[in-house]
């Protein structure tokens, strides 16, 4: 999943919260639930994800004001949502915070028979997002990608194309692993053989020694700064995702990715309608125009994640449409997995092994 904002999720749970209207930024320290009124939507989103000038766009057609706040994973999402501060009208999140969302009864059903670009959105997605959405009643896919391994093709030695690479040893000192906690046990999980949705602790237990052993070789855990990282030539080896590891690429050729054989996290990000939205028919809007093909293309064009929407992907050059880091082969994609929520026991669980980790 996308997020770009260049802070370590243990800083960011300290910031002060940070709301933008239509593309200016307002920070507060305690945001003020005055300032929606019956024009007003409020967004969650992750960092960089949207083309901001569709934002005052939206205004300028609708006269709705979108309130634009950022976050940096899933976890914080749930966090900030379910802290009750703001009340979200629509957060755009992971496949499996949605679903999390939704078995709690925190997401408000969607009429995409409303909408009047709905039928922009490739059928293929709302399969996808089935996994997560049976019946494709709460989510409306916006991005989707991989996870995989971006390297220096100049630095490696040899053909990278297994998980194996992150924990052999050979490369200390020059890997970047994914300060995430469903994203890092992917990667051990995967090598090994297990679902990257496995519940079984005795699986789990042994992602966990195989990230102990791993984290010595580690240069630094990262959410967001892995392009950057490895554009400047800070490490050899990153678990990154599929749309920066693209712009990574056009940065610095020798930067190369990787799907390991061994499959990987299929992911989707949607977008939901939250049970305290206030203003479903503006809400409801905003997802409709995001759906039109000129903003899908501008979004895209902002992010370079592969898109849900058809209208676009046919107005894209060959050479894009084409391209594996944008989108990938069919193989690879049958090979992934969509990440789907885990019960809260096996939650809790991995949340006590990620602090383990962390303080290894």
Sequence with gaps: MKRIISLSLTLILGLSLVLTSCGSAEKAASPDKSAKDNNTIIVLNYGEYIDRSVL????????????????????????????????????????????????????????????EYFDNIDERYMEMAAAFDPENKYCLPYFWGTVGILYDSERVHGEIDSWEVLFNGEYSGEIIMQNSIRDAYMCALKYLGYSLNTTDRDELLEAQQLLLDQKKDVEAYFVDEVREEMVAGNATLAVIYSGEAYLAN????????????????????????????????????????????????????EIYYPTVNRAIYDELDEEVREDEMIFPKDEVVNNSEVSTTLDDDTIEFLGNLWKELKVY
């Design 56 to 115: 005052d766009d939206f205004y300028d057609e609708t006269g709705i004001k979108v309130l634009y706040e950022e976050a940096t994973t899933p976890e914080e999402m749930y966090a900030k949502y379910m802290g009750g501060a703001i009340d979200y009208d629509l957060i755009c999140t992971s496949d499996y915070m949605a679903e999390k969302l939704k078995n709690e009864g925190e997401l408000l059903e969607m009429d995409f028979d409303s909408f």
């Design 250 to 301: 056009e940065y610095a050729p020798n930067l190369e990715y990787v799907v390991p054989k061994e499959g990987s996290n299929l992911w989707i990000d949607v977008w939901c309608m939250t049970k305290r939205c206030s203003q479903p028919d503006n809400a409801r809007k905003f997802l409709d125009f995001l759906c039109r093909e000129d903003i899908a293309m501008r979004n895209f064009e």
